[in-house]
């Protein structure tokens, strides 16, 4: 099974600043037949369900506010918000689909400073 | 628009078993896969399982094999996640998941609001 370690647990940022979430998994998630990352971002607030934010690691789901930006190949990942607003406070994660099961990193709670 | 509603919370004994239901609206319902992911209180989400609404295949996580049951109603639009020998750790909420497209079908771009299941004696 892969596993999906994400790094901080918590981070607290200031209104405006820049917010930078990592992503590790155990193995590469990178398919080498179309050269995709099999890697998505989560956003999860309060009593919510989870809100897709960006899949093949980099592609910003439709309705996405762009200060959100994904990066990385193989086995590392960077979610990144450019402008930290308000209503980002949330918990964060990634997953893996690149096989079962769908595994998903352990979380980064992220606060304002 | 596209809307996934599941069933309310239940509250069951040790050894029961639970079915929690969740009805799609707003999409062709055997267009797209059916995900199942909970979240222990405190803990990171897990998926549990999918089913191809098309033609009713499944796979499980090894984790939860012999234990869960994944089905699909076509003439109602309703999945439903059926888990049984139940004890205390499978205190969670659990989510049913929308595959977002036909290439993405394991990336979940819907989500129903979840339902509390709590394992108590």
């Known amino acids: 099974d892969i596993v999906m370690t994400q790094s901080p647990d918590s981070l607290a940022v200031s209104l405006g600043e820049r917010a930078t979430i990592n992503c590790k998994s155990s193995q590469s998630v990178l398919y080498s037949s179309n050269n995709k990352n099999y890697l998505t971002w989560y956003q999860q607030k309060p009593g919510q369900p989870p809100k897709l934010l960006i899949y093949?690691?980099?592609t910003r789901e439709s309705g996405v506010p762009d200060r959100f930006s994904g990066s990385g190949s193989g086995t590392d990942f960077t979610l990144t918000i450019s402008s930290l607003q308000a209503e980002d406070v949330a918990v964060y994660y990634c997953?893996?689909?690149?096989?079962?099961?769908?595994?998903f990193g352990q979380g980064t709670k992220l606060e304002i400073k | 628009q596209v809307q996934l509603v599941q069933s309310g919370a239940e509250v069951k004994k040790p050894g029961a078993s639970v079915k929690v239901s969740c009805k799609a609206s707003?999409?062709?319902?055997?267009?797209?896969?059916m995900h199942w992911v909970r979240q222990a209180p405190g803990q990171r989400l897990e998926w549990m399982g999918w089913?191809?609404?098309?033609?009713?295949?499944?796979k499980y996580s090894q984790k939860f094999q012999g234990r869960v049951t994944i089905t699909r109603d076509t003439s109602a639009s309703t999945a439903y996640m059926e888990l049984s020998s139940l004890r205390s750790e499978d205190t969670a909420v659990y989510y049913c998941g929308r595959g977002l497209n036909v290439d993405l079908v394991a990336t979940m771009g819907y989500w129903g609001q979840g339902t509390l299941v709590t394992v108590s004696s």
């Open positions: 707003g999409y062709t319902f055997t267009s797209y896969a």
């Open positions: 089913i191809n609404v098309a033609n009713g295949n499944t």
């Open positions: 997953q893996q689909y690149y096989s079962t099961p769908y595994s």
């Open positions: 093949w690691a980099s």
